[in-house]
T-cell receptor, first 113, second 115 residues
Framework: NAGVTQTPKFQVLKTGQSMTLQCAQD?????MYWYRQDPGMGLRLIYY???????DKGEVPNGYNVSRLNKREFSLRLESAAPSQTSVYFC????????????FGAGTRLSVL | GENVEQHPSTLSVQEGDSAVIKCTYS??????FPWYKQELGKRPQLIID?????GEKKDQRIAVTLNKTAKHFSLHITETQPEDSAVYFC??????????????FGRGTQLTVWP
């Protein structure tokens, strides 16, 4: 039982390049989330998926797209990376009935030059 | 949407002292309030949570209090230890039955415990 697994752990991109951050959970959770964390800004929600087949925007969705591939996997795509997207990205998941305890992945540290 | 404010942004205490972090929220419908701890370079992890039908909850050296009327909740850590040093985040959400609302996070408090 690995919990929430994110890949890659580190990535350096040039401005304008694209990439996909992968997230998978093996806890049979319904809801999955993507956050970005910047110094002094806390955790800001980018997109979330309340259940398989649905996705919704969070606070800071601009420049990102997501895909809930199946119940286990939720990917985040940067189509044309910008320096402002330099951040640490966390994926999280939760299941109904636990009161919304979110379990986080280890994070992806992304630098856009 | 919900707005969660957290204070202070940094807090330094001597080992053995108590630490208190306070959060306010704006939406009176919020009914679930978790606290997460994030050690340097690690992922956030839940340390304690409270629901709106409870005023206080304790777990060993940590406790959370909730004042629904004033819309604020606080984290109390007693007998602090150096390993308590971390960033602490409060959050709020609205859960209706099996439908979970998204979490709204505060900006975090960097707690440093000096030996």
């Amino acid at each position: 039982n690995a919990g929430v697994t994110q890949t890659p752990k580190f990535q350096v991109l040039k401005t304008g390049q694209s990439m996909t951050l992968q997230c998978a959970q093996d806890m049979n959770h319904n809801s999955m989330y993507w956050y970005r964390q910047d110094p002094g800004m806390g955790l800001r929600l980018i997109y979330y998926s309340a259940s398989e087949g649905t996705t919704d925007k969070g606070e800071v969705p601009n420049g990102y797209n997501v895909s809930r591939l199946n119940k286990r996997e939720f990917s985040l795509r940067l189509e044309s990376a910008a320096p402002s997207q330099t951040s640490v990205y966390f994926c999280a998941s939760t299941i109904s009935g636990t009161g919304n305890i979110q379990y986080f992945g280890a994070g992806t540290r992304l630098s856009v030059l | 949407g919900e707005n969660v404010e957290q204070h202070p942004s940094t807090l330094s205490v001597q080992e053995g002292d108590s630490a208190v972090i306070k959060c306010t929220y704006s939406d009176s419908a919020s009914n679930y309030f978790p606290w997460y701890k994030q050690e340097l370079g690690k992922r956030p992890q839940l340390i304690i949570d409270i629901r709106s039908n409870v005023g206080e909850k304790k777990d060993q050296r940590i406790a959370v209090t909730l004042n629904k009327t004033a819309k604020h909740f606080s984290l109390h850590i007693t007998e602090t230890q150096p390993e308590d040093s971390a960033v602490y985040f409060c959050a709020a959400s609205i859960n209706r039955g099996s439908t979970l609302g998204r979490l709204y996070f505060g900006r975090g408090t960097q707690l440093t415990v000096w030996p």
